[in-house]
């Protein structure tokens, strides 16, 4: 199992807290740039087999706690309801498949999308691209839209153990043990991958040898530094909120 005992703590226990996970988590995503009402965010509930998921028809910045359905992972037919994104199987296959983990995200930030439509891989050059030190998977069955079950499913093979994979030409998946750990994995690989961009334009790149990657990872990377992570990314949405109050009022 690659992702660490899920933290408990940040499941949530109700209907709301998992609806404000959503919500929030949604509004940070959409800092990494926003396509459209495209892109998706959900979270596990404490009780194992219910998720929240954003509605489809408003972007991410725009997602409130209004704007979350219920789906019960046990009823085959959860995602026959008004609202539901086309692509919400990849949630429900990886939930099903991936007991641990507490959250999931599909959307098509430009680094990552970027990269889903070459041969080329992630290199480890930074500390950030540690946090990927069992590689990411890529699903290269076709460029389509994940929309039957078999679909969501290879998605999540092609997960396998690991923090996020990669879909042919088209967007990537990230998940984590809860909505903290995915949204860093969101802005972690994005910010992995500008990095490399701009170290190949610098001079031959140098990456840190997987050994030492594997080293570096547990000491960066520990549950207790990712509630001060989220709390930050929370405030930013305030200060972000702010200044277009501040411009609006000008
Ligand atoms: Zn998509």
């Known amino acids: 199992m690659a992702l660490d ?11 709301q807290e998992a609806a404000k996970q959503v919500a929030l988590g949604s509004q940070i995503m959409s800092t990494l740039g926003e396509d459209l009402t495209l892109g998706h965010v959900s979270v596990r509930h404490a009780c194992g087999n219910l998720i929240s998921i954003k509605r489809k028809g408003i972007s991410l910045a725009e ?6 359905i219920v789906v019960d992972l ?15 199987l990849i949630h429900t ?12 995200i599909h959307s098509h930030p430009v680094y990552s999308t970027a990269l889903s ?3 080329a891989k ?8 540690v946090l990927f030190h069992e590689g990411i998977g890529r699903y290269t069955d076709s460029a389509h839209l994940i929309m039957t079950p078999e679909q969501g499913q290879r998605v999540a093979h092609a997960l396998g153990e690991r923090r996020a994979v990669l879909l042919q030409n088209h967007g990537v998946v990230f998940v984590g043990e809860d909505i903290r750990w995915a949204i860093l994995s969101a802005i972690t690989l994005e910010r992995s991958l500008k990095l490399q961009i701009y ?7 140098n990456p840190i040898p997987l050994a030492e990657v594997k080293k570096i990872f547990p000491i ?3 549950d207790k530094f990712l509630t001060e992570y989220w709390d930050r990314w929370v405030r930013e949405l305030g200060e972000h909120k702010e200044s277009q109050g501040t411009r609006e009022n000008q």
């Open 93 to 104: 296959e990886i939930y099903r498949a991936r007991p641990e983990v507490g959250a999931v």
């Open 199 to 205: 170290a190949g334009q610098i001079g031959k790149l």
């Open 117 to 119: 439509s070459t041969n």
């Open 74 to 88: 046990n009823n085959p037919d959860g995602l026959k309801v008004p609202g539901m994104h086309l692509e919400a």
């Open 5 to 15: 005992t899920p933290a408990q703590s940040w499941l949530a226990l109700d209907p």
């Open 220 to 222: 960066k990377y520990q």
């Open 63 to 68: 997602v409130g706690p209004d704007d979350v």
């Open 122 to 129: 992630l290199e480890y050059l930074t500390h950030d691209s």
